[in-house]
């Protein structure tokens, strides 16, 4: 018998960096919904979901959110690798952690585009929708991404989202575009 084989999707990371209410959970799902109905396997890593469990019982030290990053970067790249695509809405504020990311994928010669939701500090903290920028603003936080915490921008995004001048589904349509250039679509 002839044992016929049928080729494996291309998978990828699709990772989502921005300050808090830039409006990465909300683009994370416009395209995550649109790639499922398009018979896609798709992950979505919600850095708040992993807190959760993955990542539980850690807090927002540089140290842990690098080891956040560090630990959803690592199960992000094995689905990838292995025909999923993998959206990744994380503020990931620093770049040497992004960076380690992109070179776990460089590693094994999988896709990984990186998005910049580049939503102005002023427009997040007017958004505000966890009550973070009103909790920092009255001293019940501090470390706030953006605010009294660094946010690094990546140098060299595969895409600049700017939420400030588009609908959510354009924003949306922005990155599919990108995966559909790059023909993982
Ligand atoms: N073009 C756009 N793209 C995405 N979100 C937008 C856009 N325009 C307005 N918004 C609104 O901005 C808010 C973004 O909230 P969202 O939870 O997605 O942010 P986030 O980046 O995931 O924040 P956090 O880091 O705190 O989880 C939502 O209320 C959304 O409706
Ligand atoms: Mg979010």
Same mark, same amino acid.
């Given at each position: 018998? /002839?044992?016929?084989?049928?080729?494996?999707a291309?998978?990828? *990371?699709?990772?989502? @960096?921005?300050?808090?209410?830039?409006?990465?959970? *909300?683009? +994370? /799902?416009?395209?995550?919904?649109r790639l499922k109905t398009e018979g896609h396997r798709v992950?979505?890593?919600?850095?708040?979901?992993?807190? %959760? !469990?993955?990542?539980?019982?850690?807090? !927002?030290?540089?140290?842990?959110?690098? @080891?956040?990053?560090? %630990?959803?970067?690592?199960?992000?790249?094995?689905? #990838? /690798?292995?025909g999923?695509l993998?959206?990744?809405?994380?503020? $990931?504020?620093? #770049?040497?952690?992004?960076? +380690?990311?992109?070179?776990?994928?460089?590693?094994? $010669?999988?896709?990984?585009?990186?998005?910049?939701? #580049?939503?102005? =500090?002023?427009?997040?903290?007017?958004?505000?929708?966890?009550?973070?920028? $009103?909790?920092?603003?009255?001293? %019940?936080? *501090?470390?706030?991404?953006?605010?009294?915490?660094?946010?690094?921008?990546?140098?060299?995004?595969?895409?600049? =989202? %700017?939420?400030?001048?588009?609908?959510?589904?354009?924003? #949306?349509?922005? =990155?599919?575009? =990108?995966?559909?250039? /790059?023909?993982?679509v």
């Amino acid at each position: 018998m /002839r044992m016929t084989t049928t080729p494996r999707a291309q998978g990828a *990371t699709v990772w989502l @960096t921005g300050l808090p209410s830039a409006g990465k959970t *909300t683009i +994370a /799902r416009l395209l995550g919904d649109r790639l499922k109905t398009e018979g896609h396997r798709v992950e979505v890593l919600d850095g708040d979901e992993i807190r %959760r !469990f993955l990542s539980a019982g850690l807090g !927002f030290s540089r140290a842990d959110r690098n @080891t956040n990053v560090q %630990r959803i970067g690592l199960v992000s790249e094995v689905l #990838a /690798r292995n025909g999923v695509l993998s959206v990744v809405p994380l503020i $990931a504020p620093h #770049a040497d952690s992004r960076e +380690a990311v992109r070179k776990r994928h460089e590693a094994s $010669a999988t896709p990984y585009v990186e998005v910049h939701v #580049a939503t102005p =500090v002023e427009v997040c903290s007017a958004r505000d929708v966890k009550g973070l920028y $009103a909790r920092q603003a009255t001293g %019940r936080l *501090t470390g706030l991404t953006g605010v009294d915490d660094p946010y690094e921008p990546p140098v060299d995004p595969s895409l600049v =989202v %700017r939420t400030q001048l588009q609908t959510p589904q354009e924003s #949306a349509a922005a =990155v599919y575009a =990108v995966l559909a250039e /790059r023909g993982l679509v």
